[in-house]
């Protein structure tokens, strides 16, 4: 068996995985140390867009290949290395686009319908926020109804996905610079569907050959979620869930217990996991729950970004995160794991097996082989669904093993909660909400810049370790952290989500840091949230001092150990919208010099933005965005 310190520094997952090994239970941990990732694939060297492929299109291994030799080297239609890379990377970015986007559809049909009254189980929660949305949609509020500015919120979000011509809305929320960029090379997106169809018509066989067009379309598919699906998801999810603010919650797998039933809620879209938070604070179901044996009730916690939704909104634990779904199913005291869309590993359902652990699937749209039901999840039966599968759970705790129960003790505490709203308002108090507070901060050099460290696990590295050590060298060096995501809680996971680890941090930041009352790494929600981060740099920009542009601010972006497509789209607007962008564990191009070259050069002269990439050193990941800090201080003339 592996060293499996060697790949996750969280103890329970440590633990896990020793336990996985005694017993005979497989894991992607185990997976990734018995397969090797597909070396043609890899890097984006494989064409499989049509049968006369797939073709591979490899650069020679050791040696240098002259002009005519890399001529040569093209698919059999003529396709050359780069418009294959491109072609490669540009679907990476639709599905990832496709994915975040429907799950802002799912958002504001659910939303829709509730305004309208159809659905018993949703009210409307934050009316501040509808009339702010309502004023950046152009729907008049005077005078009328909050029902009926609801249903025309509702109306005018999923119209934009349909829309074929003109700019999707949330684009006038951008700098005005950013706007005329985008303008200027033809990336605004008409609405949000489109894009994606066109990203995948383009890439089909004998379509888009220019490899910087291609790029081109990939971006504008890519604004279409971060200021299209993603930007809806939050701010309608905001309205009906209510918009986060600073709460206490706790995180690792300790949230579960010996004497009560244990349900975990995982994936991303929070309409069931809101309705499950209800159903399992029923006194009636937590007395079904004592009479079943389990004493203690009913525990609740979450992985992934379904998690984040509810740990947000009302500080339901997390569990942790997206490789932590099969160490849950490991402790063997886990009754339910109820899954929606997206990050949900199909090995869950063989792994279940083992145990007693039911696999519920809820989404219309997923379906698991082996899982034990599926609901296809109508929010009309809202609180009667969510009822079914806590019953279920509870009516299956008798059929716990106790000689497989192991569940670790580890909790951590933290703050979370921080939506870009709730920021302004901490910063500038109640009625001046405002940046500029920090953009004064980041200007006398206290915090020296902004990097959002966001995205998911990657079984391939030491699990959670580039996260949390990226993150401590740069508090360390006065970097403020604002993160979303799995990202998000492996920083909880290791304590730095809570005002003592300021004591991480470098003595400007500490000093913020205490002076505001905030940790020094800001948990924004999930991975849709991203939208949060493009809403908080956009009013630094509005409050001023800082340039009048993202592309102008010491702000970046980062994603560790990122393995989802949805990685790449967000990636691709961080880009877009004008910020320096680091992965590591691989990148989508990187075995193809020309498309790598203009991704992680070129690309900065129009956007202002740019990528790159570090295998998995988090120093010298912290050592670019560091740099890259500086550089725009410096431009600033704000550096000292
Ligand atoms: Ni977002 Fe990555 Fe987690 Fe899934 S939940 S694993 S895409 S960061
Ligand atoms: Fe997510």
Redo the contacts with the bound molecule.
């Keep these: 068996p592996a060293d499996w310190t060697q790949y996750a520094i969280d103890t329970p997952t440590i633990e896990g995985l020793k336990k996985a090994d005694r017993e005979g239970y497989t894991t992607a941990f185990h997976r990734a140390r018995t397969m090797t990732a597909c070396p043609i694939g890899k890097g984006g060297t494989c064409c499989k867009i049509c049968n006369m492929g797939p073709c591979r299109v490899l650069p020679p291994k050791g040696k240098d290949e002259t002009p005519e030799e890399r001529k040569k080297r093209t698919g059999l239609c003529g396709a050359t290395p780069e418009t294959i890379a491109a072609r490669n990377f540009a679907r990476m970015v639709a599905a990832g686009a496709a994915a975040h986007s429907d799950h802002g559809r799912h958002v504001a049909h659910t939303f829709l319908h509730a305004a309208k009254g159809e659905l018993p189980d949703y009210q409307i929660k934050d009316i501040p926020k509808l009339f702010a949305i309502a004023m950046d949609y152009d729907i008049p509020t005077e005078g009328r109804e909050i029902k009926d500015i609801a249903i025309d919120v509702g109306k005018r979000a999923l119209q934009q996905y349909g829309q074929q011509d003109g700019e999707i809305l949330n684009v006038k929320r951008a700098p005005l610079k950013r706007q005329e960029i985008w303008k200027q090379e033809g990336v605004i997106p008409a609405g949000i569907d489109r894009p994606v169809v066109e990203v995948m018509h383009m890439t089909h066989m004998g379509v888009n050959q220019e490899m910087e067009h291609i790029i081109r379309l990939a971006t504008k598919c890519s604004l279409a979620d971060g200021w299209g699906g993603s930007m809806i998801a939050t701010d309608l999810s905001d309205i009906l869930y209510g918009t986060p603010v600073p709460i206490l919650g706790k995180v690792n797998l300790g949230c579960m217990k010996e004497d009560t039933v244990n349900i975990i809620v995982h994936g ?1 879209e929070p309409s069931l996991s809101e309705i499950i938070v209800q159903a399992v604070q029923d006194p009636e179901m937590i007395a079904y729950a004592k009479s079943k044996g389990a004493t203690g009730g009913i525990s609740l916690g979450g992985i ?3 998690s ?1 939704e509810i740990l947000m909104r009302h500080g339901i634990p997390v569990a942790g995160n ?1 490789l932590q779904q099969e160490i849950a199913v490991i402790t063997g005291a886990l009754e339910a794991i109820v899954v929606d869309v ?2 949900v590993m199909q090995g869950l359902a063989e792994l279940a097996k083992c145990f007693h652990t039911q696999v519920v699937t809820t989404s219309p749209i997923a379906k698991m082989q082996g899982a034990y039901k599926h609901y296809s999840y109508d929010e009309r039966y809202g609180l009667e669904t969510a009822k079914a599968i806590v019953k279920d759970a509870i009516d299956n705790f008798p059929n716990r093993d106790k000689n497989k129960v192991s569940i670790p003790t580890e909790q951590q505490d933290m703050v979370v909660g921080f939506s870009h709203e709730t920021i302004s308002y901490m910063l500038g108090g109640m009625f001046r909400a405002s940046y500029r507070p920090l953009n004064d901060n980041i200007i006398n050099g206290r915090v020296r810049g902004l990097a959002g460290i966001v995205g ?1 696990g990657n079984a391939r590295v030491k699990n959670d370790y580039l996260h949390v050590e990226l993150a401590k060298e740069l508090i360390k060096n006065d970097v403020l952290v604002l993160t ?3 990202s998000a809680i492996a920083l909880g996971k290791a304590g730095l989500l809570t005002p003592e680890a300021s004591k991480y941090c470098g003595a400007g930041l500490a000093e913020v840091c205490e002076t505001v009352g905030i940790p020094p790494c800001l948990h924004m929600g ?3 949230d991203n939208s949060r981060i493009l809403m908080a740099a956009t009013a630094v920009v509005r409050d001023g001092g800082l340039g009048d542009d993202i592309s102008d601010l010491p702000a970046v972006g980062c994603a560790p150990e990122w393995m ?1 497509e ?1 990685a790449v789209s967000i990636g691709q607007y961080f880009v877009a919208s004008g910020v320096y962008v680091l992965f590591g564990v691989g990148f989508p191009t990187i075995n193809e010099d020309v498309c790598t070259n203009y991704l992680f050069k070129d690309i900065e002269k129009t956007y202002g933005g740019r990528w790159d990439f570090v295998e998995k050193d988090p120093y010298e990941m912290a050592k670019r965005i560091i740099a890259q800090i500086d550089a725009k201080r410096k431009a600033l003339g704000i550096d000292k």
């Design positions: 991303h992934c970004c379904t984040n997206y997206q990050c998911c979303t995501g799995c999930s991975c849709v989802s949805k």
